[in-house]
């Protein structure tokens, strides 16, 4: 079984990005593709500089993927988790985070802006690195992505995915087909890579792929009651909900089995949610706290929701 582990981080005062929806097509586009049981996604949204090298030690992926921003100077810009701020990480220090990690990585994918030199840096130690070499739009960096991963879940050749995926911004009219570049370890052939399918799950192992979203009911309830006694941020509740439900609502046997209606409006209620989130955490820090506890009761609201939808498709 192949990981992606899936990074991302959109700090206040930055430019929005609809970083969970590239994760969420990644996602669809991978379990349509025909090695769609070699390969397991991972997620973790607004992600800092502190936790970098706890989440690659947790989840040790053989393909790690980030999105977000990258500044002018090709530092990734990662947020920080106290001020909600920007955090910038420059292309050395990543470079020798992947002199000790990227034995054991077989693809780096920084879908940012001006992500060219890291992807250099980072060659020198992973054997495929795919940057940025200019500014790139949100709808470029979504359908380069996509179609990318879904071109590796067909099996074709690192260097294939990469051109397939350029051909489809083409396609698309979409004018930046040049801006992403990819990057090789001395003496290695993209064209000849294909990331090794893993062993096939056995019906147990498929069983539990994706969370029993049932179980999360009561433990959601609960920490909704520490929501409104203040002993939980919105932030920490979303966290503990987000990735078992978008695992979830990613397999298509558990979407049939709730219905459509039922699966979107799920999906709908938690990326309000994460709106909610995003803009709870640009208010408090720029100290406008009298909007930010609109935006936090308007949250406890979509939070209700969630857990009622969640009540509904467990009855």
């Not at 997620?43 to 706890?54: A, G, N, T, V, Y």
């Not at 990258?70 to 985070?97: H, M, R």
């Not at 979409?174 to 003496?187: A, C, M, N, R």
Request: glycine share 6%; hydrophobic share 40%.
């Amino acid at each position: 079984m192949i990981t992606i582990l899936f990074l991302s981080a959109n700090p206040a005062a930055t430019d929005p990005l609809e970083l969970i929806k590239e994760c969420n097509i990644i996602n669809e586009k991978l379990r349509s593709a025909t090695n769609k049981g070699d390969f397991k996604l991972e997620q973790r949204h607004d992600i800092s500089i502190k936790w970098l090298i706890e989440e690659l030690l947790n989840y040790n992926p053989q393909i790690l993927h980030f999105s977000g921003h990258g500044s002018p100077n090709s530092s990734l810009i990662f947020k920080n988790e106290n001020t909600g701020q920007i955090e910038e990480l420059p292309p050395s220090a990543l470079s020798n985070l992947f002199k000790i990690l990227g034995h054991k990585i077989d693809l780096v994918f920084l879908n940012a802006c001006y992500s060219e030199k890291q992807a250099k840096a980072i060659s020198k130690h992973v054997n495929c690195v795919i940057g940025m070499s200019n500014a790139v739009s949100d709808k470029a960096a979504i359908e380069f992505a996509s179609t990318f991963y879904s071109s590796l879940g067909f099996g074709k050749s690192v260097k294939e995915a990469f051109e397939l995926a350029k051909v489809q911004l083409e396609l698309l009219g979409i004018p930046e087909s040049k801006t992403p570049d990819l990057k090789v370890k001395d003496g290695m052939d993209p064209s000849k890579i294909v990331i090794p399918r893993g062993d096939k799950p056995s019906g147990d192992d498929k069983i539990n792929e994706s969370p029993n979203i049932c179980s999360l009911v009561d433990g959601l309830k609960q920490n909704h009651q520490k929501l409104l006694m203040q002993k939980m941020t919105i932030r920490e509740l979303f966290e503990t909900i987000a990735d078992p439900i978008f695992h979830f609502l990613s397999d298509p046997i558990n979407k049939k089995k709730i219905g459509e209606v039922k699966s979107n409006d799920l999906n709908l209620l938690l990326i309000n949610l994460s709106g909610k989130v995003r803009e709870y955490n640009n208010l408090t820090s720029i100290g406008n706290d009298d909007k930010a506890r609109i935006v936090e009761n308007q949250s406890l609201v979509v939070a209700r929701d969630i857990i009622e939808k969640l009540d509904e498709i467990c009855r």
